[in-house]
Structure formats: C-alpha cells, structure tokens
C-alpha cells in the first residue's frame, strides 16, 4: 500500500500501484475497498501495464476528507490523484459505482482519459423508487451499523454460481464489504442517491470503451449495459459468464482476459 496527501481537500489516499506500462487506473464498487481488485494485479501487470487503485474519500485506508462525498466530486479527487502521480491520459477503469466516477471523470476531463472500462453499471440516475430505497438503507445503517447492512447485500451483488459454488469468493466480498465505517456507507449511499444522469455525456465519448456486465447481474443486468454500450460510439460490450455484480472477482479469468485483449487491440 501507498498513501498520497491531498491536503487542498484535507484528504489522504491510500492506493496500490503495481507493475510498469501504461497505467490502469480501476475504481472500486460500493461498499468495497480496493483491495476488490487484487484478483487484476498480476494478470494485469503481467501483460505490461501499471495497475492503479486507490480506495474513495472514506473507504478503505483513505480519510474521509472535508468535503461530502459526490459522484462529481469523486471525479475531481481522481483528477488530482492523477495529477500528483504526474499520470497523464491513462486508461480508466470502474465497477458500478467505480463506473459512475469513471463516466463523471470522462465527462469533466475528456483529455485526460485514453481509453475507459465501464463494468456492471449504468449512466442513468437512481429513480424515485431507488432514492427511496437509499433513503431506507441509510436508516437502516444507522439503526444496525454498516456490518448488517453489508451482509444484507451480499446475496444481491453475487450470483447464485458464487453463492453456492465459491465460498472463498463470498468470503473475500464479505471481509471488504463489512470492514468500511458507518460514515463511509452512508455518505456514498447520499453521494448515489443524488448522482446527476450521465446519460447526456455518453455521447461526447470518442475514447475506446469495453462495457462490461457479469451474465447473472441483477443490480445491472445485460440489458441495462447493452443501452450504455448502444450510447457510446464504437464501444464493445463483453458479458461475463457464471458472473453477477461483482464480475472481476466472480469470473477473473474472463474479466482479465477481455480487458487484456481490448487494450491490445486499442491501445
């Protein structure tokens, strides 16, 4: 682990930095940490790239920072974080609410991004019925704790194939997912609830784009992801089998194997 000081945003990031090449910047899912995306270091690195990931404002072993947690705001941390790791244009690479910042970060800094990776999410903002829900889960959170509320949402982010058939998977999601603090889970349940539509902005996009949906996701199913990738021109879409939300740690054979062979071809 690394850490990096922010001190304009009263912020310090931790991070992992493995490997030499272009740089592979990938953004962690909610309530996860970065340590989601240890099953893409070596595959990744292997093959000649530098994979980067840090852990968002409050999660993980980054502080919470001075400023409330948005989606938009999130972009500009990266957009700094970049910065003083002296990256310029590197490829960026999110899952679900990863995917949300890496949207919001091609949409403010379109010359800053070679080329994106959209896993398992999806540009639209939440509904009325989905901002309800946030609502619930940030009460609940607060009644029963963040621990409860992660073990609550397990069963939704992976697919009955890992459910029933990984249990070294489950309980890797499970240790990540019940570690991050009360503060954390609720200021990114409101920063989710209150994210603009990113839908506008799909079409400025002219980088290389691998949109990405694990076959089984329920949170962002296949059609949901083929309506983002049929908005980004030129985009790919790769489903990922015996996969539900969480496909790079479901599937990590298929999910390093289709990013692999895309930046081959693209970059």
């Known amino acids: 682990m690394k850490t990096i000081e922010l001190p304009h945003r ?35 690195s292997v093959e000649g790239y530098r994979v980067i990931v840090p852990d968002m404002p409050g999660f ?55 080329a994106l990776i959209l896993a398992d999410t999806r540009p639209a903002p939440d509904d009325a019925v989905t901002r309800e829900g946030r609502d619930k889960a940030i009460a609940a959170v607060k009644a029963n704790g963040p621990v409860a509320f992660a073990e609550s949402m397990l069963p939704k982010l992976l697919s009955e194939h890992t459910l029933t058939k ?33 839908v506008p902005g799909l079409a400025q996009i002219t980088v290389p784009t691998l949109v990405m949906v694990g076959e089984f996701d329920a949170v962002t199913p296949p059609l949901s992801a083929a309506r983002l990738a049929a908005n980004v021109r030129g985009s790919e879409l790769m489903h990922i089998p015996e996969a ?15 990013v692999v062979k895309f930046l081959k071809k693209v970059m």
């Not at 991070?15 to 270091?41: I, T």
């Not at 539900?244 to 289709?258: K, M, Q, V």
Request: overall charge negative.
């Open 10 to 44: 009263g912020l310090q990031l931790a991070y992992d930095d493995v490997g030499s090449g272009l740089p592979v910047v990938l953004l962690h899912a909610f309530p996860f940490d970065r340590e989601m995306w240890s099953p893409q270091h070596g595959p990744l």
């Open 60 to 114: 993980g072993q980054s502080t919470q920072g001075s400023e409330a947690l948005t989606v938009e705001g999130m972009a500009d941390v990266l957009a700094d974080f970049l910065k003083a790791l002296n990256i310029d244009r590197p490829v960026v690479g999110g899952l679900s609410m990863g995917g949300y910042v890496a949207m919001a970060f091609a949409r403010k800094y379109p010359k800053q991004v070679a």
């Open 166 to 198: 990984q249990p070294r998977v489950v309980e890797f999601a499970r240790t990540i997912a019940t570690r991050q603090t009360e503060s954390a889970v609720v200021a990114a349940l409101l920063a989710l609830r209150n994210r603009p539509d990113a």
């Open 244 to 258: 539900g939300h969480l496909s790079n740690i479901e599937n990590p054979d298929a999910f390093n194997t289709a």
